[in-house]
């Protein structure tokens, strides 16, 4: 079955870096465009990065372009986020996602598989 | 970019009411529109992709319709299950892939 595990969040002072990770199984990983995407706390969905299925291609939220990088290791199965510069409002559940194109009659792509989150605290 | 926008915020309801979400974007997005159901504590969970196509083992009372600006996600029986937060999100800007999210609609209990 498809798994997604995200692992490195935590407390970190604000100018500081930390690096999280997205665990992959139960599907070829290397045939799927991944994102991230975070929640502040009592707040909705945002957008952060994504990462094409080869790595060819990256693309940022404006609030986080300059700051962090997406990327991912096919071999190890794994998608990265490198957060540098972190400020407070960088404070969020940060949840990877796989994205999947299909069309039922109409086309669209979608995240078909999240992983369960890791939460990053931004605080001095 | 693409702005999202979602009615209502939030609504109180009853089980075995029908619940309509509605989900405007800035722009043509042809059918290029997902909905997600996220309760407290989890991730999101896909329940319409392609505005009107039903996820793998998401109950039928779930419906979404709708093209180019504007979308609705209908519940036609509420179910106390599904007391949740629903967010819309366009696929349309590719490249970049950049797959915006409404604001949310968070269905509570009346």
């Known amino acids: 079955q498809v798994q997604l595990v995200e692992s490195g969040g935590g407390v970190v002072q604000p100018g500081r870096s930390l690096r999280l990770s997205c665990a992959a199984s139960g599907f070829t990983f290397s045939s799927y465009g991944m994102h991230w995407v975070r929640q502040a706390p009592g707040k909705g969905l945002e957008w952060v990065a994504v990462?094409?299925?080869?790595?060819?291609?990256?693309y940022y939220a404006d609030s986080v372009k300059g700051r962090f990088t997406i990327s991912r290791d096919n071999s190890k199965n794994t998608l990265y986020l490198q957060m540098n510069s972190l400020r407070a409002e960088d404070t969020a559940v940060y949840y990877c996602?796989?994205?999947?194109?299909?069309?039922?009659?109409?086309?669209?792509?979608?995240?078909?598989?999240w992983g369960q989150g890791t939460l990053v605290t931004v605080s001095s | 970019d693409i702005q999202m926008t979602q009615s209502p915020s939030s609504l109180s309801a009853s089980v075995g009411d029908r619940v309509t979400i509605t989900c405007r974007a800035s722009q043509s997005i042809s059918s290029y529109l997902n909905w997600y159901q996220q309760k407290p504590g989890k991730a999101p969970k896909l329940l319409i992709y392609?505005?009107?196509s039903l996820q793998s083992g998401v109950p039928s009372r779930f419906s979404g319709s709708g093209s180019g600006t504007d979308f609705t996600l209908t519940i036609s029986s509420l179910q106390p299950e599904d007391f949740a937060t629903y967010y819309c999100q366009q696929s349309y800007s590719t490249p970049p892939a950049i797959f915006t999210f409404g604001p949310g609609t968070k269905v509570d209990i009346k």
């Open positions: 990462i094409w299925y080869d790595g060819s291609n990256k």
């Open positions: 392609a505005a009107s």
């Open positions: 996602a796989r994205e999947t194109y299909r069309c039922g009659g109409d086309c669209s792509y979608y995240f078909d598989y």
